[in-house]
């Protein structure tokens, strides 16, 4: 009997432990923060990067999940009369991205190479140098003549998540490719991509080198810049970067199973919104409602609340490529779209304002 009770535990662990290591369970939300600071220009900046998991289906036998990122950027000047920041202006960036897992390893669709390939690898061991194909990410996509990048699993540890025991990678860069000539110095002789949570500068070969560690995590993913690595990279010797890099670092997760709050700040919103208010913020939020669905030709949008006269539609496949995109030019309740030339497939919707989205939804093309 004891014997039993220990097998149905140890069962039950088992379980926890794949429920909790499942990458991107439907409805799952990601939110990571980050600040800029410059004194020389007297400028601040702070970030809110959010991820949800908004839709999964079958292709080809695997589970694709659709994971949309939206990126919050507020914008503000210090006052050193008043000794306070002075917010401007903020935007809102977005796209849509679809992974799948197999065998330990996540893989994302790579815009650049219209395929899928490796993401998170979690067969790795300690000392690994991995390489990868690279990949646009929502903030940087200009690699030169780059087309792989790499980077070292310098440990992993189990880390302690607000209470959540998780795996994790910590990843630094590959110096095995680090050109120490320094002769053709610019901003992409030597980049790389990382999960980057903070800068650090380390000794090599007499050179004082700035680099960014960053780590990832089961269930998590990337802790810092977000599920996809950030493009850096390594500057000439002595030169300081804290000035020129925003470094966003996981702040919320949640899931079905999970909640984890890494420190005070909102998962949600940026602060001292009624200091600066957008025109996304004075406008409703909208329920898209699409007919038919599934459509064929034509494709309706029905609003609650009206279409604004200067929002954007945007339609993304589910690979997370953007196949339509039209500015609207009426402030009526509904408006029509020709999709007969879009292939059949899951498609997903979004109206977006400056500052803000406005409405988001999904229609299947038959």
């Not at 304002?353 to 988001?360: A, D, I, M, P, Q």
Request: glycine share 4%.
């Amino acid at each position: 009997m004891k014997n039993l009770i220990l097998f149905v535990v140890v069962l039950l662990s088992f379980q926890s432990l794949m429920a909790q290591t499942e990458f991107a369970p439907l409805g799952a939300k990601w939110s990571y923060r980050g600040w800029y600071s410059s004194p020389q220009w007297n400028h601040q900046e702070e970030n809110l990067i959010k991820f949800e998991c908004i839709d999964t289906f079958q292709r080809d036998g695997k589970t694709i999940k659709v994971v949309e990122q939206i990126k919050e950027r507020q914008f503000m000047v210090y006052n050193y009369y008043t000794q306070q920041n002075n917010y401007t202006s903020r935007d809102t960036i977005s796209r849509v991205d679809s992974f799948y897992e197999q065998n330990y390893t996540v893989f994302v669709y790579n815009q650049i190479f219209s395929k899928y390939t490796p993401l998170y690898i979690f067969n790795a061991q300690e000392g690994d140098t991995i390489t990868l194909p690279i990949m646009d990410t929502l903030l940087y996509n200009n690699f030169a003549n780059d087309s792989i990048f790499s980077f070292v699993i310098d440990s992993i540890r189990m880390v302690d998540y607000d209470g959540v025991l998780l795996e994790t990678f910590n990843t630094g860069f590959n110096f095995a490719t680090l050109d120490t000539s320094w002769t053709s110095y610019n901003t992409t002789t030597q980049p790389f991509l990382n999960w980057s949570t903070r800068l650090e500068y380390i000794l090599h070969n007499g050179f004082l080198i700035t680099t960014y560690p960053g780590a990832y995590a089961r269930t998590l993913r990337g802790i810092g810049s977000g599920l996809l690595p950030v493009r850096r990279f390594i500057p000439k010797p002595f030169v300081a970067e804290e000035e020129h890099d925003i470094i966003n670092v996981i702040n919320c997760y949640t899931d079905s199973n999970i909640n984890i709050h890494l420190s005070t700040k909102s998962c949600d919103t940026l602060p001292d919104y009624t200091k600066y208010t957008s025109i996304a913020d004075v406008i409703s939020k909208n329920n898209l409602n699409l007919y038919p669905n599934p459509a064929k030709d034509k494709l309706l949008i029905a609003t609650d609340n009206g279409i604004h006269p200067q929002a954007q539609l945007y339609i993304f496949d589910s690979f997370g490529k953007l196949v339509y995109s039209q500015k609207v030019s009426n402030n009526s309740q509904n408006i029509e779209i020709d999709i007969q030339n879009l292939p059949s497939g899951i498609y997903f919707i979004r109206m977006a304002l400056r500052g803000g989205v406005l409405g988001s939804s999904k229609f299947v093309k038959a």
